[in-house]
């Protein structure tokens, strides 16, 4: 998979540039606050139709201007394909090969990428939340079918939750158990999808941290669940629901589900959430994201294509090297503002930002 082209029209600080892109390394290199960031934010929203920096998509406009647009041409194994995003103040326009979609779902899985930056060590240090988005925006670019569970069940679970901070306790308890059939309908596909990822996921990233460690640390995910199959995860979510139905009704809200889950990653044994130096960390979630790579490729027969925002500055001499060399076979976009100080000779496409613009 190898994005060719990126258009940007009022993204961010780009008013209208162009990116040609090479099938290998490429590298946007620039002094800090020119634009970097905001090119590989672009490609990594096409992929996902969402940001990682940002709530609201209006964010992405430049400012003064009505909206902001970003097209990509990639080619794939299936042939090639053209994604559109118009972005406009409080709406979107999504576009495939020039056909506007009327279901948001159905912009994924056209173009896979991996994205990590400084950023990402929230995955390893914050809480749950972080872990839970990792699998949801990995996930869903596998599965259209997980990405649409999610966004029912998250409305079911509004919609639950808005009951429980009802007066009427009648009312509640003759309608929680209408709500709690629906949620965990699509709670056991997200958690059967969930698992599934997470058995694939550990290996590999126990594999990429002894590569990047040289065995002297060992990363390891923790229980990811048993294999069973959904109605058995079903029939064990709706247990749940009921048996925590008092506690919901005395809190407001509800207190077990997909969206309380959480993933425990230790490295050496103790838990990297409170025990990691910045560098483990790094190092850590660094793996976590080169394993997806690998499962990506799994997926879909062809590897996704990765985005390092930032990356280099932050690793040690020796892992800069272990990285480069690992991702040879990957189109790769790479942000940095001095790429001799840190590609050692690597061939590259080079691509120099100042304010905004391609020079």
């Known amino acids: 998979m190898v994005i060719e082209k990126l258009t940007l029209h009022n993204f961010r600080n780009y008013e209208d540039e162009t990116f040609s892109f090479a099938e290998g390394l490429n590298v946007l290199t620039g002094k800090n606050a020119q634009g970097k960031t ?63 979609l009327t279901r948001a779902v159905d912009f994924l899985g056209h173009m896979n990428a991996v994205f990590f930056s400084p950023g990402e060590l929230r995955l390893i240090q914050d809480g749950p939340d972080e872990r839970r988005r990792f699998l949801n925006l990995s996930i869903s670019q596998l599965s259209r079918e997980y990405c649409t569970a999610l966004l029912r069940y998250q409305k079911i679970l509004d919609q639950r939750n808005n009951l429980l901070k009802e007066h009427d306790l009648a009312v509640i308890e003759d309608t929680l158990p209408v709500w709690d059939e629906q949620l965990s309908t699509y709670a056991s596909r997200i958690v059967r999808k969930r698992r599934e990822f997470l058995r694939q996921l550990s290996p590999l990233a126990a594999e990429a941290h002894s590569y990047l460690t040289d065995g002297a640390e060992e990363l390891s995910l923790g229980d990811v669940g048993k294999t069973e199959d959904e109605e058995e995860i079903r029939q064990k979510l709706l247990f749940d629901f009921a048996q925590s139905r008092e506690r919901d009704m005395r809190l407001g809200f509800t207190s077990v589900g997909p969206h309380r889950d959480d993933v425990r990653i230790t490295i050496g044994g103790q838990d990297a959430r409170g025990f990691s130096s910045q560098g483990q960390a790094r190092t850590a979630a660094l793996s976590l994201k080169l394993a997806e790579t690998e499962i990506f490729r799994a997926y879909a027969g ?54 905004g613009k391609i020079v």
Request: proline letters at 3%; hydrophobic letters at 35%.
């Open 38 to 100: 905001n090119c590989a934010e672009a490609v990594y929203y096409l992929c996902t139709g969402s940001s990682l920096r940002i709530r609201h998509d209006r964010q992405l406009i430049r400012h003064g201007q009505p909206f902001a647009s970003a097209s990509a041409e990639l080619h794939s194994r299936y042939g090639s394909v053209t994604l559109q995003a118009n972005i406009f103040e409080n709406r979107r326009e999504l576009f495939v090969n020039g056909n506007k």
């Open 302 to 355: 062809e590897p996704p294509i990765l985005i390092l925002d930032d990356v280099m500055s932050e690793l040690d001499l020796a892992r800069r090297k272990k990285l480069l060399s690992r991702i040879g076979d990957l189109q790769c976009i790479l942000t940095c503002t001095h790429a001799e100080r840190l590609l050692y000779g690597t061939s590259c496409n080079k691509i120099r930002i100042k304010e």
